[in-house]
């Protein structure tokens, strides 16, 4: 990040500016959001990393059901911890924002999606999506045979080549025919 | 059959005896780290259709038979799905490079980044795509990659670096930009590319005049575009709504923002051309003695009808700046015209070109956003299966409080809880009664309703006209003032109550889904308003403009103007008032004594017709109104306040879905089709066929108000003959029709040719998905016959089976080099064709 946590150096915002779908606006009201969530010690490390759970800790994502998934998805963390550094911050919300082309987005959001990160959704990534998507309480999950049978729908629909999971290639032919995919994939500081 | 395939799969039979050599352990670790694609109890799927079934089962009747005896839904289940498969399946099955995808797979993101990149600098590499077939490495196990892995890598990122230099500085940016790899990565990357050659030199001296001049219209639209975002009117306001409501009700504010900036827009062109010119320079009028009663501001009548704010104050002369305006004599100003210093001012031709100009921009400017819209928003397929799209697309991430989300899961429930009983029931959505006799009660009652309402209308006008007449005598009283507020008044009301009536009429109503029935109440809200408003029209321009004198007018203009400022205010007085009464007490009521425990819903649909009525209202007003849209643009103003005011307190948001591009595509739609064209096609009829009033405004003296652009046009010719060809432009383009014929004619031809086009798109898809679906079965095959082969080695139950060979030098990536090859070509091939 470069230097003190209240500034952010002009070099770096151009790059910033450069490599991600922000404006200069937006990147330098992320630098202010992300400082404010640095501990005191961590805030003369060079590359500080804040830990998941403060991250989850913004009002943007305190609710998100697939708050940890993204945090997951965006963390460059060698010990997979969920925690994000200033840059992964950043891509989280390139990725998330007005300007990202629908091939970003659906690259993201396929990996949000792939829970057990093997590179495709089958039955048990899909599962867990709709039981994020319907939410926590009982009373609004599905039965075990709709499960059932909305997941083989969804393959039938999606799987092109028959082979039980949705690949990357599928996920995003699935996406270029819903046009609010793009709307609705956005998060705004 | 049987034979080829295991003439085929020799090579990896061998090989894979090697690696199973004292590998039962690691098999069982290997299963229990969950890399397998599912657990066949929860998924009892048809993957199979029959047709497929039967020809594997003739190609894999001896494999079958043998997984037969082990499970017993082995035809049921996935076949790619067992947990069975031996270690080299797995490695097989996890190393595919249509799942290789996440962190660990840069290579791949570059690889595909480099396919990209050539692509852009249109140079076809056959090569490029063969030559990802070599050595994938193992991911997902957390092994480190082999050496060669890491060379690959390197060669891969050089050749990528090398083929982002050979590309333009603005192609550059965006490929780095749309790489989904991570930022330290993508630095990393830019490093490489900028590090050969400096790059601001770069940019500067290579570059050819032309692309210098790109790249300077770059600059400037990205300095404006930057203006106008840091400008960002109400964001704060609108993230607010839009993490309560979700994107609809968050779309109607978008669309009350929009208009907003189309008004600015014509306030600022009327200002700057018409209203300061007029302003600086006054006319001479006999003060008139109106008494100052607030009245004035309502009614537009009094000291405001002899203002800037109506066209009755504008004059038709020519103002030079070194004199005073004549007002009495028709042409130019005192002074001689010969004075290359003077600058003069035309105000006739200055008020007709602005509002032509006005309404040309904003036509331009609607049509694209329409066609941007549309864009986004067109599906080239028709798919009844929408369960997919629904799980995977109907998340709104920008819902960030807890009851918007608790709310937002009970409606996404809901949503798969009716898609799911429609494909097993096929039910259509309920109304009371159902059949086509309520079908058409509902249609009579409402065609019926707006009838009688405009007829009422167009009566009451006439009557209020009489009346009018009878006290025409200057007498100026506030009751005989306060009348010319009964017709707005009743027009609003109409405008409240019908859509009531509306809803009613079609809640007994059966539709085959939510979204018809969203779009017949649409269709006739429009026709209601649309019909008041034809009514109107006909009755200002059609009665009042052709015969002035008969309805007691001295300048029908102001006082078509004021009919229509009063509309406005009217219309906003009422809004307000359904807005404090409707939403407010009818919530407290419903939560008081109907016991609800829903607060009432937004009605996205009904409140963008207002909106779209008001505008058009402004629209028609603009050739009378010079300053209507400084009126338009406080009412948005304060509307946009009280709305978000009003939506925060008393309502929640609707459990049914809204498809948010379809309905702006269609909001913007009908703002440009019967709003817009309706009111630019009053303005040019009245423009060219009706006879501006003697005795005000700039075109008093004139049989046509264009007649001000052609005198102008024949005084260009007498005085500068140079220019002689811009009439002769004119009236070739614009008086013969056909030339816009010939126009017309070659738009239907490219129409058409499109809609060939998206049709044979159509046909190619269908078979590209045959495709893929046969390549699916194939890799599906090849699996199975690897793990059938592997078992019949580890579990030989004939005394035929073969000796184990012994152990050959080949390595294991090697083995899985056929099956690869394949996918990638499989992968590659469609690449390359979708």
Known sequence: ?189 | MAYSVDFNLRPIMELELESLRGDDTAQDSMTGAGLESGSPETLEMEVLTTEGRDRLASQMSDVRERADERSEESIQTNLLARKSWSTATLRVLSSMPSRSIGQQSRLEIISQCNIRSTQLRRYHRQTQDVSLSSRPSIRGYGIEADSEDVCEEETKRQELVNNLQSLSAGDRVRMLRATPLSLAEKTKLRKLVFSDKVGQSLLSSQVPCCSLLKRALYHIWFGCLFILSSLQLWQVALKRLGGRFGTGVLSYFLFIRTLLLFNVFLFLINGLFLVLPQAIHPPLHTPSSHRVTGLELFTGTGYLSNSLMFYGYYTNSTINTSCRPDKATAGTGCGTTSDPHMMAYNIPLAYCFTIGITFFITGIVLVYSMSKSFERSFRVFKSQGNMAIKVFCSWDFKVSKKMSVRLQSENITTQLKELLSEVKGGEEEKGRLSGMAVHLLAWSISLGSTFFCALGIHCFAKYMHLRRLEHAEGEVSVVHEARLLALPGVVSCGNLLLPGLFNLVSWMENFNSPIVRLYVSIFRNLLLKVSILGVLCYHWLGKIAAEPEQHGLQCWESFVGQELYRFLLVDFIFTVLYTVFGEFIWKRFSQGVLRRRRKPVFDIARNVLELIYGQTLTWLGLLFTPLLPAVQILKLLLLFHMKKSSLLVNCQASRKPWRASQMSTLFISLLCFPSFLGATVSVTYTIWTIKPSSGCGPFRNLPFMFHSGKQWAQELKSTNPKLAWLNWVHSCLVENPLFLFLLAGVFLMVIYIHTQVLEGQRKIISLLQEQIENEGKDKKFLITSLQAIHEKRQYPLSPSSRPQPQGSEVSDPDCAVFISVRNRKMFSNRKRKC
């Open chain 1, 1 to 189: 990040m470069g230097t003190t946590a209240s500034q952010l150096r002009k070099d770096l915002l151009s790059e910033y500016q450069e490599l991600t779908f922000l404006t200069k606006q937006e990147i330098i009201l992320a630098h202010k959001r992300f400082s404010e969530l640095l501990s005191k010690e961590d805030r003369n490390v060079p590359t500080p990393r804040v830990p998941m759970e403060k991250v989850l800790s913004l009002p943007e994502l305190k609710s998100n059901p697939f708050r940890k998934r993204i945090c997951h998805v965006f963390s460059t963390s060698d010990m997979k911890d969920g925690s994000l550094t200033f840059e992964d911050f950043l891509d989280l919300l390139s990725a998330f924002s007005d300007s990202a082309t629908l091939e970003i987005k659906s690259h993201y959001a396929f990996r949000i999606f792939d829970f057990d990160d093997d590179g495709t959704l089958d039955g048990g990534d899909l599962e867990k999506l709709v039981n994020c998507l319907t939410g926590e309480t009982d009373d609004t999950r599905l039965t075990t045979e709709e499960m059932r049978q909305l997941i083989s729908n969804i393959l039938e629909e999606s799987d092109i080549d028959k082979d039980g999971t949705v690949n990357l290639s599928e996920f995003q032919h699935v996406i270029s025919r819903s046009p609010d995919f793009v709307s609705s994939f956005k998060i705004v500081l």
